[in-house]
């Protein structure tokens, strides 16, 4: 184990109380679009037009904004992300809000807020338990690898982070998000590889090799919606829909 990482520190803020008054019940129901209410209000809300970005360019939907911006938080550790997200959502110059990118390679930030930290998703061991206020993940944890891998980066999220908010697509989704391609997911792993090999797909170019092409097709694992809260088993659900189907997943926690 390494030496522990700190996070990026600034003046203790006062937090927003939530009220989770509708939650997931464990028979497979999601939250609905009113799962989360402020109690109170006043200095500690993130303002409106910032929650407007956020839906609008984060792709998280009114209540994974909603989620963001009731609390004020202190530090924010995003597991795969960039500073160019946070600038897209508008919340980079909010006061009292300080972020840590982690990633596999080093990222380039340049705003005075963040610091960027190579690492693991799965082995957060450089921080301390609790070490962040929120831990934030947005369509990493289908990247980590299998569902032990899947299983041991959730632990770490809810280890290192006294709240966490992790989106993830949903298996069941009929379009394949990072392939465009319908049912891609359903598909035998030598017939993605197959196509991988053949054509350019989505954010993807043709694979030069059908041994790379099957290594690109199984570097990606959806989650069915079971299998999610198996791996955060006491955290919220809300379901993301478009034209009524489920399109992602967000599990959220620490917020009651």
């Known amino acids: 184990m390494g030496q522990a990482i700190e996070p990026y520190q600034l003046n203790p803020v006062s937090y927003t109380h939530l009220d989770v008054y509708k939650r997931q019940d464990r028979n497979g129901q999601c939250a609905g679009q009113d799962a989360l209410r402020p109690e109170g209000g006043g200095d500690d809300l993130l303002h409106a037009d910032a929650v407007l970005r956020c839906q609008q360019h984060s792709g998280l939907g009114a209540d994974g904004a909603q989620v963001l911006s009731l609390i004020h938080i202190l530090t924010i550790l995003d597991v795969g992300g960039t500073q160019d997200f946070w600038e897209r959502m508008g919340f980079t110059d909010e006061p009292g809000v300080a972020f ?25 061991s450089a921080f301390t338990t609790d070490a962040f206020d929120v831990v934030f993940s947005n369509s990493v944890i289908e990247h980590v690898g299998n569902l032990d891998s899947q299983r041991r980066m959730a632990r770490e999220v809810e280890r290192v982070g006294r709240r966490y908010f992790l989106q993830t697509p949903n298996y069941h989704f009929p379009i394949e998000p990072h392939f465009l391609f319908h049912g891609f997911q359903w598909l035998p792993l030598e017939a993605r590889a197959w196509l991988l090999n053949h054509f350019d797909l989505g954010w993807h170019k043709r694979s030069p090799s059908r041994e790379a092409a099957r290594q690109e097709a199984a570097s990606v694992t959806l989650l069915k ?25 967000v599990v959220y926690g620490g917020w009651e």
């Open 225 to 249: 919606k079971r299998e999610l809260l198996s791996l955060f088993p006491n955290a919220n659900l809300y379901c993301e829909k478009v034209f009524g189907l489920t399109k992602s997943f």
């Open 100 to 124: 840590t990118v982690l990633n596999l390679d080093p990222q380039t930030v340049k705003h005075p807020r963040f610091q960027s930290v190579v690492g693991d998703a799965t082995d957060l």
